[in-house]
Each structure stands twice: as C-alpha cells, then as structure tokens.
C-alpha cells in the first residue's frame, strides 16, 4: 500500500468506542499525510455481530482497533486479523493482563460495566441483532417487519450495507436475487418504498467474484464468475425492481457509506446518535 493511500480504521467496542478511537486518532496524527476514514461499532458483543464487521473490515483491509473485555471476542478479532492479513491493535486486554500480572485477581470481563443504558444503546443493538436474524434471505418474514429491504445479487454489498444501517439503529432485510431462487411472498407484501434495489456493472462484478473466489483457494474462473451469467443475473434483477417499482442504486463506483447515505435520504430516516459518553 502506497504510504498515502487513503485507508479505513475500524473501531470495534463492547462499549461506546471512545477509548479505540483515541487511541487510533493519536496515532494517526503522527502520519500527516495519511487520509483516513473512521469507522465506529459501538456495543459489540456478540460473535454473529463481530464476525459479519470483521468481513466488512477485511473488504476494506481496514486497521483494526478494538476494546473488547470479553476474551473470547477480543480472540475472534485477533484470530480473524491474523488469518485475513490485517493490521489490528488491541487497547483493553494487554491493560487488563497487566493488572491481572500484577495483583493475580481476574478481571471481570463485563461489558459496558461503567457505561449508562441508553435508549439509543438498545435501538442500536436490537437493529444490529435483526440484520444478522434475517441476513441474506433466512427468514422470509423479517421483510415485512424491517425498516429497510435490500435486494441485490450476490455480491453487491447487501450485508456489509445492513450491517452498516443497523449500526445507526435501523433495521433492515436483505434477500438475495437469483433467476433460479423462488421470491418469497412476503416480498410482495412490502410497501415498495421501503424496498431498495442494489445493481452493479458485470465488469466490477465479475472482478468482485473472482476476488471471492480466490479468497475460499478456489480458481477465479467459474460459472459464478461468469460475465454472461452475470449479466443474466443483473437482467433478471432489473426485471424484478421495475416490477417492485422501488429506488435502484448502482454501487459500482460507491463506498458503502455513499450508498447508506443516498438510502437514508431516501427514507427521510434519521440514524441513531452514537453515544459519546468515554468507555
């Protein structure tokens, strides 16, 4: 990576951040001429949750910094950096093993022990808890109680994009469009306006794929790589949201954040306030 490549810093916390954050901000400005982009994912604690920002992370061959008390989460994050190539900084459990060095008493490993209960704390977790219940299409009836619909074909951001919403409070659904899968009928039950149709160009697509299939140690070159089935595929999707008639967003040249930000102005939705009380 060239020293002024523009790079993503992940803050992943069992609380609100601001420790992760701090740490990562004083660094950062010792580099002058980086250009970085902050991301914050505040009350993490479970591994379903952990591990779908992980894989946003490693899309984005984000550095990692993270407070998480729990050993065995903290482990899932080191665990995952290790194996993916990524750059990570623990800032709780080197402090805790020092106390713990020192006076041999274990800490207590409680989450947010010091941090208030707050409205916006509980929109934000049962949000991130209703993405990870009904990512990809695993249960039909999660669209009718979603805030927000994502329809795409593989790889067209679906779950990095609902993870990313669920963040700021918002619950969202996503299904997975393929001209061999059957639609739901509970798809057809939503009001379309809630409904958002994700698109992509086959060149991007293509590349996207292959890079996936690389990743699992298998040939770039497969049907699912495929540029005539995936522009079959990306047809087939057009179809279904002209019928939907719901907003098409092309993400072929956007960040996730670009593309969450054109959904929430579209839904005139306000995302939930993170909580800047210190860990």
């Known amino acids: 990576m060239a020293e002024n490549s523009d790079i993503d810093i992940f803050i992943i916390s ?14 950062v400005a010792q580099f002058p ?9 505040p009350f993490i604690q479970t591994e379903a949750i952990l591990s779908g920002i992980l894989k946003m992370a490693a899309k984005k061959d984000a550095v990692v910094y993270y407070t998480l008390v729990t050993h065995s989460l903290s482990e899932q994050v080191r665990s995952f950096a290790e194996e993916n190539h990524l750059q990570s900084f623990d800032c709780i459990q080197p402090a805790m093993k020092a106390l713990t060095n020192r006076t041999g008493v274990e800490p207590a490993s409680i989450p947010s022990i010091n941090h208030s209960l707050t409205d916006t704390y509980f929109d934000r977790i049962g949000a991130m808890e209703f993405a990870v219940a ?6 039909p009836t999660g669209l009718q109680k979603a805030d927000i619909v994502i329809l795409g074909v593989s790889r067209t951001s679906k779950t990095p994009l609902s993870l990313f919403l669920a963040n700021r409070g918002i619950k969202v659904a996503n299904l997975p469009l393929s001209p061999k899968s059957q639609l739901p009928d509970e798809l057809w039950q939503v009001d379309p306006a809630k409904i958002i149709g ?10 996207i794929r292959q890079q996936r299939m690389l990743s699992y140690g ?3 070159e497969s ?8 522009k079959a595929e990306l047809k087939y999707a057009d179809k279904i949201y002209k019928k939907i008639g719901c907003l098409v967003i092309n993400v072929s040249n956007k960040s996730i954040e670009e593309t969450a930000t054109l959904i929430l102005e579209n839904q005139n939705l306000e995302p939930a306030e993170i909580d800047t009380i210190k860990d």
Do not use: C, H
């Open 14 to 27: 069992d609380s609100s951040g601001e420790t992760a954050l701090t740490v990562a901000q004083t660094a």
């Open 33 to 41: 001429d980086l250009k970085v982009k902050y991301q914050r994912f």
């Open 218 to 220: 298998l040939p770039a």
């Open 223 to 230: 049907a699912y790589s495929d540029t005539e089935k995936i």
């Open 134 to 139: 009904y990512d990809d299409g695993k249960d």
């Open 198 to 207: 994700l698109t992509n160009s086959p060149k991007v697509l293509r590349r």
